[in-house]
């Protein structure tokens, strides 16, 4: 089985930047993707960003240029800059491997104007 272990988040003013990590451990597949999804109050759980067999990136519009995601080893982070207010959410980290579809337990971001 997968574990995973989130880290990071918080409350951020407009402007500022947080680091979201999430690191994988057990029975981690050779091909995976890893990635980051939020949700926000009363709307569907969406893709942020996700890193495929630790090379390919994909990022959601919203995001692009001003969010990172990077891996090192079975750690993924998520960085972020420039926040604001629609970036507030519940961020969950995510591991697919195989038959292996695992989400962490979440992580509040609030982002205040």
């Known amino acids: 089985q997968v574990q995973l ?10 402007g500022g930047s947080l680091r979201l990590s999430c690191a994988a451990s ?4 050779g ?3 890893m990635g980051w999804y ?8 969406e893709l942020v960003a996700r890193i495929v067999s630790g090379r390919l990136t994909d990022y959601a519009d919203s ?3 001003r969010f990172t995601i990077s891996r090192d080893k079975n750690t993924v ?5 420039s926040l604001t207010p629609e970036d507030t959410g519940v961020y969950f980290c995510n591991y697919r491997g195989g038959l292996v579809d695992i989400w962490g337990q979440g992580t509040q971001v609030t982002v205040s104007s």
């Open 5 to 14: 272990e989130e880290s990071g988040g918080g409350l951020v003013q407009t």
């Open 26 to 29: 057990g029975r981690i597949s």
């Open 31 to 33: 091909m995976n993707a």
């Open 38 to 45: 939020r949700q926000a109050p009363g709307k569907q759980r």
């Open 63 to 65: 995001v692009k240029g």
């Open 77 to 81: 982070y998520l960085q972020m800059n």
